[in-house]
């Protein structure tokens, strides 16, 4: 599946409306139709570049794999919410150390061929459980950003 957004390219700075210092709007995702054999997407938002390690920004199970894409803000109907590292569920916008190089975001959409099981407060580690062998479909869109 091809994972795109309207407000970034891939490999390119995020605008900070979609910052945690902006409110934590989630940005507008769009992506190809889900084959067939897919019965549920996954989203994934991480920071690699965190100085602690990876670091949690979006986790979402439970996407209609007819939906073709979010909206800014949007929570897709029927979704389950992961915890992000913030501590809170939804959405945590980039917030890197300032002075840091741009991190990159890591967006990554999961088709997935069985129900991920996974209820609302998941985190990374359970997501990444929950897919595990069930993957026949995946995209990646990476964003940059830097404070």
Request: include cysteine; aromatic fraction near 8%.
């Amino acid at each position: 599946m091809t994972l795109r957004s309207a407000a970034f390219g891939d490999h390119t700075l995020m605008p900070s409306d979609y910052s945690h210092d902006s409110g934590d709007l989630s940005p507008p995702l769009e992506w190809s139709p889900a084959p067939e054999q897919v019965v549920e997407l996954a989203l994934a938002c991480e920071d690699p570049d965190a100085p602690s390690g990876t670091f949690a920004h979006w986790l979402l199970a439970g996407i209609d794999p007819v939906t073709t894409g979010l909206d800014a803000g949007e929570l897709p109907t029927g979704a389950v919410l992961g915890r992000n590292d913030y501590g809170s569920e939804g959405y945590g916008g980039p917030k890197p150390p300032a002075g840091d190089d741009p991190h990159r975001y890591f967006f990554r959409l999961y088709g997935l061929a069985e129900p991920s099981g996974l209820r609302d407060g998941f985190t990374a580690e359970d997501l990444r459980a929950a897919v595990e062998d069930k993957i026949v479909a995946a995209g990646t869109l990476v964003g940059t950003y830097a404070r």
